[in-house]
């Protein structure tokens, strides 16, 4: 307990305004805690920084990521009296892109929600390109940053150089969702909105507070601070039409080859899922954000689909008749590009989100809450039998796939090396590097984060888990950089995980200043690089698509085992060129009571043998008018 929480009731009042209520909420435990008790006043004036914290406080939100500048200076000064008593947390960091990404990976894997707080210009453009991840995937996070004055007495420094109002508050709306506290006393609303984007139960996303340089110290007279909005509570929706659940369960009826894709808003409802796709017969084919939701040896799962999927995916992508949609935004990839289900009559999808659960033609919508809806069709099948010969055919079929696949992963995982242009010499394959390390991470029960490009792409081909959440790979903004910061989440987590990021050179070096804060905050866990001295997923798709690669790599090599030991505290191993040595670097790195990284050159080039190819339609580049004229003869 710290010194301002122990000191006698009759004395929290001869402190100073802030420091009084900072000490009554550490002495209650919580703000409401403090409010029942009588030890907080439910009115007080105060500054519209700190009324900002006791709102958030409101919420259940105590860490606060930092990067503070002149535009933030008073939150600051608020923020050290609440830390001080014991309140709040506040973690200091180097670089805004790695801060925004730590506060995503904080909320996404450990359901802390947590305030990024930067200042104005620089700062916040960077904290705000970070936040792409967190609107891509779904992560509420709060984004605190500093903005121009009210007053229009001349330019800001740092503000956007143009002469018209509000501009960094349209900037971020256009990401997410925005307020400008341009009057300290709309704080109310602001929390009421704030809590309705961070919290929202099925799309989530960062919320940014915009605060005014001179708005944050001025007074908000008499607040009702037991009047600021608690966190959003909202109840699970279920289908209210037995018609429509009826007609779906029809519909399964109906077709014998079912497939069902599930997108990253299924990894909640893993059990309900699985009971589905066992109780009708379905081929599930996962995204790369809902590995685990069948267990990798489930005879019906297929694993990923898309066109970087896999061949038993896709083949059931290819051949389903009814297309059973669950917690999926349908993004390029996972469907290539609308192309995916060429043999779909039809689709069932269950999704919380209107315009999610109708994307597609022919569409039977079930909106409401995934479990709630599945729950609901389940009964509404009843004890009939619709695991039919047909269907067995089919998961027959799709086995026959499984199998093809399962034996070429074998092929290009075995860990023969190959000879690189660059390195001179042999070298393992990112399959072969990628498997050892998420075998390694399956044993010590770690955390997997995946980088953006060629990792993570071989990444989610390889990965077999058999839950959900033991693997994060941000394929929604697919940010270079991601995995490397979100390690730091470990050192801020009340239940923390060992987490192993799976980098390549150039994600890595996006934001290698990640050493640092993970150093300073405690972060236990492990960042593998696997260096192929360029970016070899563009370098592949220039080669599938024109028979050349340009501009994609650079001649610098870099000693990363070096550049990592110059940190203090970090452990840095060579991985060398073998499985052998790639295990022991592993077990070395693990057994580091803190951040290690491992080093570890991979292979790039021509070879198919260096990767795990593509099976699947993309969008992009001198394919589109293939797909789309595909596209333009779907039928859903």
């Not at 959003?232 to 659940?245: N, Q, S």
């Not at 010969?389 to 799709?398: G, K, M, S, T, V």
């Not at 075995?414 to 990112?430: F, H, M, N, Y």
């Not at 990284?597 to 190819?613: D, I, R, W």
Request: aromatic share 6%; glycine share 12%.
């Amino acid at each position: 307990m710290n010194q301002i929480a122990e000191l006698p009731l009759a004395e929290l009042p001869g402190l100073a305004g802030p420091q009084m209520r900072a000490a009554a909420i550490a002495r209650a435990g919580s703000l409401n805690a403090a409010l029942e008790q009588g030890l907080l006043p439910a009115r007080a004036s105060v500054s519209l920084s700190e009324g900002l914290v006791l709102g958030l406080l409101r919420q259940g939100v105590t860490k606060y990521l930092a990067i503070f500048g002149h535009g933030s200076t008073d939150l600051a000064e608020v923020l050290r009296v609440y830390t001080d008593a014991g309140v709040t947390q506040v973690f200091n960091f180097r670089n805004e892109v790695e801060m925004a990404h730590a506060g995503t990976a904080l909320a996404w894997v450990y359901r802390e929600t947590c305030a990024v707080v930067t200042s104005i210009g620089p700062g916040a453009l960077q904290a705000m390109a970070g936040s792409l991840a967190a609107a891509s995937n779904g992560v509420g996070v709060y984004h605190i940053y500093g903005d121009e004055t009210t007053h229009g007495e001349g330019y800001n420094m740092q503000q956007i150089p143009k002469p018209l109002q509000g501009l960094y508050g349209q900037v971020t709306a256009l990401m997410g969702q925005s307020y400008v506290l341009h009057t300290p006393e709309a704080l109310r609303d602001a929390l009421r909105r704030g809590t309705q984007c961070v919290h929202h139960p099925f799309k989530a996303g960062p919320f940014y507070l915009l605060l005014p340089l001179n708005t944050q110290p001025r007074i908000i007279q008499d607040l009702n601070i037991a009047g600021l909005p608690d966190r959003l509570r909202v109840p699970k929706a279920a289908v209210a039409d037995d018609g429509l659940l009826r007609e779906a369960a029809g519909l399964i009826g109906q077709h014998a080859r079912i497939v069902m894709k599930v997108g990253g808003g299924g990894r909640e409802f893993a059990t309900p899922i699985r009971a589905l796709a066992e109780r009708i017969g379905a081929a599930v084919v996962l995204s790369p954000g809902s590995t685990g939701v069948l267990p990798a040896a489930h005879p019906q799962n297929m694993h990923v689909g898309g066109s970087k999927g896999s061949i038993s995916g896709n083949h059931a992508m290819a051949n389903g008749e009814l297309l059973i949609v669950i917690g999926s935004r349908a993004v390029c990839q996972a469907d290539c590009s609308g192309v995916g289900y060429p043999n779909a009559q039809a689709v069932i999808n269950i999704n919380a989100d209107l315009g999610d659960a109708t994307h597609y033609n022919r569409t039977l919508a079930l909106v409401g809450d995934i479990g709630v809806v599945i729950a609901q069709l389940l009964e509404t099948l009843g004890k009939s039998e619709v695991v039919t010969p047909a269907r067995q055919q089919w998961l027959a079929q799709c086995a026959d796939a499984k199998a093809q696949w399962k034996s070429f992963l074998a092929q290009r995982q075995a860990g023969a090396g190959l000879v690189d242009p660059i390195w001179q010499r042999p070298v393992l394959t990112q399959p072969a590097a990628i498997k050892s390390v998420c075998d390694f991470a399956k044993a010590i029960g770690a955390v997997k984060f995946f980088d953006a490009g060629d990792v993570q792409a071989n990444g989610f081909q390889t990965v077999e888990d058999d839950q959900p959440f033991d693997t994060f790979t941000e394929t929604g903004a697919s940010y270079m950089g991601f995995a490397t910061c979100a390690v730091i989440s470990s050192g801020l987590a009340r239940e923390p995980r060992y987490g192993i990021a799976f980098t390549g050179d150039g994600s890595f070096m996006m934001n290698p200043q990640a050493l640092v804060s993970a150093v300073e905050h405690g972060a236990r866990g492990m960042i593998v690089i696997f260096d192929n001295r360029r970016m070899a997923a563009i370098s592949g798709l220039q080669q599938a698509q024109y028979g050349v690669d340009f501009r994609t790599n650079d001649g610098v090599a870099v000693d990363y085992v070096r550049l990592a030991s110059s940190v203090a505290g970090v452990k840095a191993v060579w991985g060398g060129d073998s499985l052998e040595s790639l295990a022991a670097a592993l077990r070395e790195a693990h057994a580091h009571d803190g951040l290690a990284v491992v080093h570890v050159p991979v292979y790039a080039g021509t070879a198919a043998e260096g990767g795990l190819g593509a099976y699947g339609s993309w969008n992009v580049g001198n394919w589109c008018d293939e797909v789309q004229r595909r596209y333009q003869d779907m039928a859903i």
